[in-house]
Structures are given as C-alpha cells and as structure tokens.
T-cell receptor
Framework: RKEVEQDPGPFNVPEGATVAFNCTYS??????FFWYRQDCRKEPKLLMS???SGNEDGRFTAQLNRASQYISLLIRDSKLSDSATYLC????????????FGGGTRVLVKP | DAGVTQSPTHLIKTRGQHVTLRCSPI?????VSWYQQVLGQGPQFIFQ???????GRGNFPDRFSARQFPNYSSELNVNALLLGDSALYLC??????????FGEGSRLTVL
C-alpha cells in the first residue's frame, strides 16, 4: 500500500461548480499535512496547510480526519485557473522535512 | 528576493554516465531537500540537508549522493545512470521545518 494515495482523476469540472477530492495516508503517526498545487511542467507550490480543525482559504477548504486517515480538499466556484494537479503531502516526522507526496489529482475546469 | 535556483534546467545523458545537479536555496534558508519526480507521479523524497549535514534519506540506491556547502547551496550527484533515472529533479529550500519552496527543477533525460 502506498503511503499517500490519491485518485489521479482527471476531475472534469464546469466553471463555477464545486469539486472535492480526498487523499488517504497510511502512517497514523503523521504529524502535518498539506495540499500543494502543480501546474503542467512547473514546480509544486504550497496551496494550504491542513489543520485538525479544518481550514478555509477563500474558495478552498481543507479537512483532516485522523480517525479515518484522510484529508480532503474542496474547491468552490471553480475558475479556469484552478486547472492543475493537486498534490496531497504528509510529513511523518516530528521534525525535519521528509515530505511524502501523493501521486496527485488532476483537475480540469472547463467553460 | 531570488527564489530557489537550479542548474542545469535540462540535460541529456547516456546510460552509465554521471550527473551533477546544483541548487541555491532562498537566502536565509538552511535546509535543502531533493526530490525526484517521474512523469505522471508525485515527487519522491531523496535527501534533506540541514546545516551541511544529511538529516534524511529516502529509498534511493547508493548511486545517489548529495552534499551541502557552507553557503547552504547543494549538489545532487547520480552515478551509473540508468534509463529509469530520467525524471524532473526538484530542489526545495526551507527552514528546518515548514513550507517547502521548490525550484523549477532540472529535467534529466537518460538515453
């Protein structure tokens, strides 16, 4: 079983719609969680950290469910510019930055 | 401020050759991490260096090595290249923990 698993998609989303997808992780001792965004042939960039209480940043909402070991990302009012691959990232260490990336979920927003 | 810079951006090697990739972190960041991203997959952790010492190593063969210099820049070396080493090699800088800032990567093709 992979340490971090994601549905590769693609999720084809009409502009203005809401899309949500999950990521599961295998290490119950994982300490911190993130969503990164990667555009085609570009480097990953941090979208948001994921906190136990859930957090929201504009149109983006992230949730963490430690009991079921998954995190989720919801995008509201999708824009064409939201088209990208969304990488789920888990840090299993108490210190240091050994991040484990999922394979990514591809989202395509269409007019 | 300059972001993370990597060189070269693209390179082509043949099987059995050696390659050196270079990375300069963001000013003030003392940690450099290296990731390998094969097409269609998420980045895989190779190494983390902090204050010139190796602080983490991923599941890569001994053909992969790295070092960090007193100015916190870093080199990733890969010996005896295989076709499967073809990938985007990403360098990321950070504080000891926290957000990773990625460079644009070095795209290696092994023929």
């Amino acid at each position: 079983r992979k340490e971090v698993e994601q549905d590769p998609g693609p999720f084809n989303v009409p502009e203005g719609a809401t899309v949500a997808f999950n990521c599961t992780y295998s290490n119950s001792a994982s300490q911190s969680f993130f969503w990164y965004r990667q555009d085609c042939r570009k480097e990953p960039k941090l979208l948001m950290s994921v906190y136990s209480s859930g957090n929201e940043d504009g149109r983006f909402t992230a949730q963490l469910n430690r009991a079921s070991q998954y995190i989720s990302l919801l995008i509201r009012d999708s824009k064409l510019s939201d088209s990208a691959t969304y990488l789920c990232v888990v840090n299993g260490k108490a210190a240091g930055n050994k991040l484990t990336f999922g394979g990514g979920t591809r989202v395509l927003v269409k007019p | 401020d300059a972001g993370v810079t990597q060189s070269p951006t693209h390179l082509i090697k043949t099987r059995g050759q050696h390659v050196t990739l270079r990375c300069s972190p963001i000013s003030g960041h003392k940690s450099v991490s290296w990731y390998q991203q094969v097409l269609g997959q998420g980045p895989q952790f190779i190494f983390q260096y902090y204050e010139k010492e190796e602080r983490g190593r991923g599941n890569f063969p001994d053909r992969f090595s790295a070092r960090q210099f007193p100015n916190y820049s870093s080199e990733l070396n890969v010996n005896a290249l295989l076709l499967g080493d073809s990938a985007l090699y990403l360098c990321a800088s950070s504080l000891w923990t926290g957000e990773l800032f990625f460079g644009e990567g070095s795209r290696l093709t092994v023929l």
